[in-house]
């Protein structure tokens, strides 16, 4: 069974040889390949070998094919501050007043340099490994993207604001969000992505209610996933465990959860329905060393393999660059040793 | 003075205490309901404590049997181990046997060797005899067959001496090659062994390492039950001491509420001196106005909970009062009920949006009347890079309220501007606000730069994502104090600037 069988069998509640591992090292394969950050995450000859780095030093079960999501904000105009020890952060807010929502111009996912070393990253991947190991592209869910074009306080303004008071702009930028998320989608799929992961920081339970997941997000993330043509995992980049069952219903198969979240409840609300993947704390992993995150991987197994439909991972939305590569290396191993059915 | 105008400020006095002392029984009660809370979390961490003593997968117990496990194998293991050495001991023995056999084999092969030679020359002798008994047959003619008989009966004897010989030089061969082959089968069985037995040497120390190990984790258990049975102890006596402050409080209550008759029945007094009829239902005012305001709070209706502060403000009463009796009591109310529950950004910033709007109103006149709580000078500012608004605006807000002067630096903060702003505003603590790790990383050059700049008695209090998801970044940042919430802000900021007295239990 190679890799993109055991994932995509697992995932389905299929049996399998034993539990998937993916860590979503981003940006690991530049001190592999002895690059500063910047300079990797801008080239996608550079992503791709880093990631094929890992496959050979690990074999994990997938390849990601994206630096990091914060690069879908680049074809809206939005200037990116790189870093050496971590993704790029925005610099700007394109939509100053609700009013910029009316003239805010969809733009094409690929009129940036960023986007463009993506799909090359992509396109690379799957032709050298694509045929074995899934590659997944990557993107900020359109519900999430409106915080970073215009700042996370003026969008739950608006949000709170309409929510209330009825609808003036909001479902409009939503819109113009989801259009842009569904054909960015659709160019990584073209490329070769096999599985495009959704990061939607902004829904959460950490950030919004369970009501205004309800009202606001359940049926957009259902209309996106509907065009996307190859499975979706859907990361609330925060606490999941009181939304399961709605995402369960989004049409994605897979959700990654919060470090907060309780791996064996939502196993239990999830089973059949939707697979899940996390969540270890990836700050904490700063620290850990081999014998911990043995325990760690042992732990998430035990609480929530039975059954198929999980996926050893950290939460959302990455593992950060400092976390020692004994860590991510012990997390695979240990998940091929202790990841197996009885 | 005229009485009658005196008596009419003594009522207004009296009914200013009236409405004291209701808001004062009402604390009373807030205080008495959140002591039953915090006795439901004691009376569910002692039956967290108890049901896990009394688990089988008690750590405790688990280690004691791992022990006793690694005991029984340890001497099995021993056991074995001496049965292989006692293996050895014999191999060895049967070992110089098998010399003193090989060496009596060779005095054989020595003693054989002779024999076989004097048996090879007692064959050619009778050979020559067989031979000489012939040519004397030959020699004599029909008169010889006597000899030729001997002849042939000594060849027969020559040929069975020869043939027996060369039978005994193979059975000897034989036996030799066969000695031989055991001696060196012998050698390397015991050459394994004696290297089994070295391995297992090795192996017992590891093994009594692991036993160690065991015990000491047994050791360390017991440790660790005489812990949480502390812990158990201490939260039993907090129970009882939660207990008496209810109480106390109760009593308390009871006190003021006979404060309440007493100044009630002195209004009474001084209505009847003036000849006018009471109407107690207004000085009640106080509770309704906190109810209707916790009410549309909790509903997070804005525009009502700002009409009641402008109600209230019409009516007389007076914005210190309010900020303190209204506001500030909601939001600890609010922050106890939020205690055991997942409460959402949107939550926290509605509420902090309401907490700003009625501040707008309240703190122009507290600066007015000079009565503001005027607590210090804070700097608050997102780290370096970071570009969370969100946070940082909720906790400012938070601190205003509590009555800290709040200089807010926006956005992506340099820790030079941090610096030169702590400088120039004489300000004892800074608050970084951080969304990412690496911006939250940032801090450890702040905290650099301070120290290099003489600042060194300057603070940092840290808050946001990544300092929740680890509490030990704090430290990894060289920061003084992390808050996850506006209620832990306003406390945390009050601790590490000494504004709050702190009790030092022994």
């Known amino acids: 069974m190679n890799s993109k069988e055991r994932l995509v069998k697992a995932v389905t509640f299929q049996a399998v040889d034993r539990v998937p591992v993916v860590p979503v090292a981003l940006t690991q394969g530049a001190k592999l390949l002895n690059l500063d950050l910047p300079t990797y995450q801008k080239n996608g000859e550079y992503i791709a070998n880093g990631q094929l780095k890992l496959l050979e030093l690990l074999e994990p079960d997938a390849v990601f094919g994206m630096p990091h999501v914060v690069e879908d904000l680049t074809p809206w105009g939005v200037p990116l501050t790189y870093h050496q020890n971590g993704s790029p952060t925005v610099g700007k807010m394109i939509i100053r007043n609700v009013e910029d929502i009316l003239d805010l111009k969809v733009p094409d996912p690929t009129n940036s340099m960023e986007t463009k070393e993506t799909l090359k990253a992509i396109s690379i991947l799957a032709k050298k490994v694509g045929q074995h190991t ?9 519900f999430s993207l409106p915080s970073m074009l215009m700042g996370t306080g003026a969008f739950m303004r608006l949000l709170l604001e309409e929510d209330r008071n009825g609808d003036q702009y909001l479902k409009l930028l939503l819109h ?32 919004i209610s369970r009501r205004l997941f309800e009202n606001h997000v359940l049926s957009l993330v259902k209309e996106t996933i509907k065009e996307i043509p190859v499975p979706v995992v859907y990361e609330a980049v925060g606490s ?35 697979a899940i993947m996390g969540n270890f704390n990836n700050i904490e992993m700063l620290n850990w060393n081999a014998i911990k995150t043995q325990l760690e991987v042992k732990k998430a197994i035990n609480k929530a393999a039975n059954g198929y439909g999980y996926v050893v991972s950290s939460q959302g939305p990455e593992i950060p660059y400092n976390v020692p590569f004994e860590v991510i290396e012990t997390m695979v191993n240990a998940t091929k040793e202790f990841g197996k059915y009885k | 003075m005229s009485s009658q105008t005196f008596l009419e400020k003594q009522k207004v006095k009296l009914e200013k205490q009236l409405t004291i002392l209701w808001s004062q029984v009402n604390y009373c009660e807030d205080i008495e309901s959140s002591s039953e809370a915090l006795e439901d979390y004691l009376i569910k961490m002692k039956a967290v404590y108890t049901e896990y003593t009394g688990n089988d997968h008690y750590i405790t117990l688990m280690a004691e049997k791992t022990k006793q496990h690694i005991d029984e194998q340890l001497n099995l293991f021993l056991d074995g181990l001496n049965k292989m050495i006692q293996l050895r001991e ?55 067959d006597v000899f030729k008989i001997i002849a042939t009966e000594v060849r027969k004897l020559s040929d069975i001496t020869s043939n027996a010989s060369v039978n005994m030089t193979n059975t000897t061969s034989k036996l030799t090659k066969q000695t031989s082959e055991m001696t060196q089968i012998l050698n390397e069985n015991n050459q394994t062994l004696f290297q089994v037995v070295q391995e297992l040497e090795k192996g017992k120390e590891s093994f009594i390492s692991m036993y160690t190990d065991s015990e000491n984790i047994v050791t360390e258990s017991m440790v660790l039950d005489d812990t949480l049975k502390t812990i158990y102890d201490l939260i039993q006596k907090v129970y009882t001491m939660v207990e008496y402050n209810k109480m106390s409080y109760g009593n308390v209550k009871r006190i003021l509420l ?38 549309n709070f909790k509903n997070e209706n804005l525009e009502h909970c700002l009409t009641i502060i402008h109600h209230a403000l019409d009516n007389g009463e007076d914005a210190e009062f309010i900020t303190t009796q209204i506001l500030e009591r909601t939001v600890e109310s609010i922050g106890r009920e939020q205690i055991d529950r997942l409460v959402p950004l949107s939550e926290i910033y509605v509420n902090g ?49 509590a009555g800290f002067d709040v200089v807010d630096l926006g956005l992506s903060v340099s820790n030079e501007t941090f610096v030169e702003v702590v400088r120039k505003e004489k300000a004892n603590l800074i608050c970084v606000s951080a969304l990412i790790l690496h911006t939250a990383e940032e801090v450890i050059h702040l905290r650099e730069l301070l120290d290099k700049k003489g600042l060194r008695h300057v603070k940092i209090l840290v808050g946001g994502a990544p300092f929740n998801f680890d509490p030990r970044l704090v430290q990894r940042v060289k920061a003084d ?21 702190k009790r030092v239990v022994k």
């Open chain 2, 258 to 295: 006979q404060q309440v008759e007493l100044t009630k029945e002195m209004i009474d007094d001084i209505n009847q001196e003036l000849g006018v009829s009471a109407n107690f239902t207004s000085y009640k005012g106080a509770i309704d106005l906190y109810q209707e305001f916790y009410k």
């Open chain 2, 353 to 401: 949006r309401i907490i700003e709007a009625c501040l707008d109103v309240l703190l122009p006149l507290l600066e007015k009347d000079q009565k503001g709580k005027k607590l210090g000078k804070i700097i608050i500012g997102n780290a370096f890079g970071d570009y969370h608004a969100l946070g940082r605006q909720i906790i400012s807000t938070f601190l205003r309220m």
């Open chain 2, 481 to 501: 104090a992390m808050a996850q919430n506006g209620i832990e802000a306003i406390k945390t900021a009050k601790e590490l600037l000494g504004l709050l007295h």
């Open chain 2, 90 to 144: 014999k191999y060895g023995e049967i070992n110089s046997t098998v010399l003193e056999l090989n060496k009596e084999n060779e005095e054989v092969d020595k003693n054989m060797e002779q024999t076989l030679k004097l048996l090879r020359e007692v064959s050619a002798q009778t050979n020559i005899l067989a031979i000489n008994a012939n040519i004397e047959a030959y020699r004599l003619g029909p008169k010889g």
């Open chain 1, 176 to 207: 113009k969000c989801k259009q842009f998320v569904i054909s960015w989608a659709k160019k990584m799929v073209e490329a070769g992505a096999d599985i495009i992961v959704m990061a939607d920081g902004i829904a959460s339970q950490t950030v």
């Open chain 1, 134 to 142: 899934a590659v997944i592209g990557g993107l900020i869910a359109p």
């Open chain 1, 240 to 274: 999941a465990q009181g939304i399961i069952d709605l995402i369960a219903i989004t049409g994605a198969v897979v959700t990654i959860l919060d470090y907060n979240d309780d791996l064996k409840e939502c196993k239990k609300i999830a089973n059949g329905k939707i």
